[in-house]
């Protein structure tokens, strides 16, 4: 048995595909399960298990004839015998009986299934995660979706133990505060708004030093993010800079944080699948579709849809009486 996934989005989306991969192995044990992602996503699947390759293609990119052809050409040689596909155009469909997969599984809308064999229908008013395993319904599978979960290499939880040595977190057990506040260039180059002020994160974070002084903080400054973190250490002395080359080493980090403070990221995801409490900010952006219904994982909604009308007393009412 052989199983292709076709996974377009970021890294963030292939973490919420996670539960449905893990059920796919679960549902067919022997299994080979390969996926199809955007060239940006590969770095997620360090942390899933559930998942034999990995396979690049821009979907999203410009791709001519022969890019396709490619595609179509090594999917074919995986000759394989399920093929899901996130999506609800018609072209998913045709996409996938061009690579010649016997069944054929994806999202409809309506009542129109256009060479899909397994089509299930679009609920998109719930958690993201449980809507792509939905997808698991055209193979009768139709358990709850499992909870977001990673597995973190042990190299990588290593180096997150010398990291928090090196700047002094987690001292005597106390634990830290971790802050999450850049955006992807992807994200950027859309006008996706997700990056919240510089002078509010330093109201936020004078509050907490007030009130706590022993509790270190720590910002995470991704390969994207120079500016941003700059701009923070400026404004905010005393907290400490990370920088984890790989998704692995930041889910350790997240892992081992007390509280983190974040936008709506690929890193909010991680901290939901290592069950650590956080508090998100969501600009245009919905909560109840991306977080799961648990009191460990709180979502601020902006009022005005814009991240950076978020108060910073509503950050803090969560953070000490949330």
């Not at 979706?145 to 106390?174: C, F, M, N, Y």
């Not at 500016?227 to 905010?236: D, I």
Request: charged content about 20%; aromatic content about 8%; glycine content about 10%.
């Amino acid at each position: 048995m052989r199983v292709v996934a076709l996974v377009p989005g970021g890294i963030g989306d292939q973490i919420l595909f996670f539960p449905t991969l893990e059920d796919v192995k679960r549902q067919y044990p022997e299994a080979e399960v390969d996926v199809v992602v955007e060239p940006r996503a590969r770095a997620a699947y360090r942390v899933c298990p559930h998942v034999d390759r990995v396979l690049a293609f821009d979907f999203k990119g410009r791709n001519g004839p022969a890019d396709w052809l490619n595609l179509l050409g090594v999917v074919r040689d995986g000759e394989y015998d399920i093929g899901l596909s996130l999506g609800s155009s018609w072209t998913v469909g045709f996409l996938l009986w061009l690579m010649g997969i016997p069944v054929r599984v994806s999202f409809m809308k309506g009542t129109k299934s256009t060479l899909l064999t397994n089509p299930v229908q679009l609920n998109p008013d719930q958690y993201a995660a449980a809507l792509y395993h939905d997808l698991l319904k055209g193979l009768g599978v139709t358990t709850p979706a499992p909870d977001l979960k990673v597995s973190i290499p042990r190299s990588d939880l290593e180096w997150a133990e010398g990291e928090r040595q090196r700047l002094g977190l987690d001292t005597a057990g106390a634990g830290y505060i971790l802050i999450h506040g850049g955006s992807s260039q992807m994200a950027r180059t859309k006008g996706i708004d997700k990056i919240y002020p510089v002078e509010k994160w330093q109201q936020v974070i004078q509050n907490i030093q007030t009130r706590q002084p022993d509790l270190p903080i720590a910002i995470v400054q991704g390969p994207e993010d120079q500016e941003w973190a700059a701009a923070m250490l400026q404004s905010c002395p005393g907290i400490k800079v990370t920088s984890p080359d790989d998704i692995g080493k930041l889910a350790a980090l997240i892992a081992a944080a007390s509280l983190m403070l974040c936008t709506d990221s690929a890193p909010m995801h991680l901290g939901v699948a290592v069950k650590t409490y956080l508090v998100a900010l969501f600009g245009p952006t919905d909560p109840a579709k991306l977080l799961p219904c648990d009191d460990r994982f709180i979502g601020i909604k902006s009022p005005t849809g814009q991240i950076a009308d978020i108060a910073p007393e509503k950050i803090l009412e969560k953070i000490w009486g949330g």
